[in-house]
Nanobody
């Protein structure tokens, strides 16, 4: 089993920055990539970014490219999402998730087996 726990300060003004943390624990053989998703009530989860944990391979959604950075500290088993130049439309619940595979559709929530409980991010205008 793999457990993921998100954390990070949740309220910021437009144009501000925020860093989210995803602490990952459990059997490391159960996943090889970790991603971030957002969700607004009554809508599907939207993919934000993904990284393979054993290689320098990063993917970003077009809407966040250049503003968000996904990174990891393997010694701390933690994945980060640095968010800069935040906009009100970035307001959502943010989830980190882990999956296992190669060449898969990392932008699809169905390709992730493990999910955190989510952390709310609110960007005020």
């Amino acid at each position: 089993q793999v457990q993921l726990v998100e954390s990070g300060v949740g309220l910021v003004q437009t144009g501000g920055s925020l860093k989210l943390f995803c602490a990952v624990s459990g059997y490391t053989g159960s996943y090889n990539y970790v991603g971030w998703f957002t969700q607004i009530p009554e809508l599907d989860r939207d993919w934000v970014a993904t990284m393979y944990i054993h290689a320098v391979i990063l993917y970003y959604a077009y809407s966040v490219k250049g503003r968000f950075t996904i990174s990891r500290d393997n010694a701390k088993n933690t994945v980060y999402l640095q968010m800069n130049t935040l906009k009100p439309e970035d307001t959502a619940m943010y989830y980190c998730a882990a999956g296992l595979g190669v060449g898969g559709r990392v932008a699809s929530a169905s390709h992730y087996n493990y999910w955190g409980q989510g952390t709310q991010v609110t960007v005020s205008s």
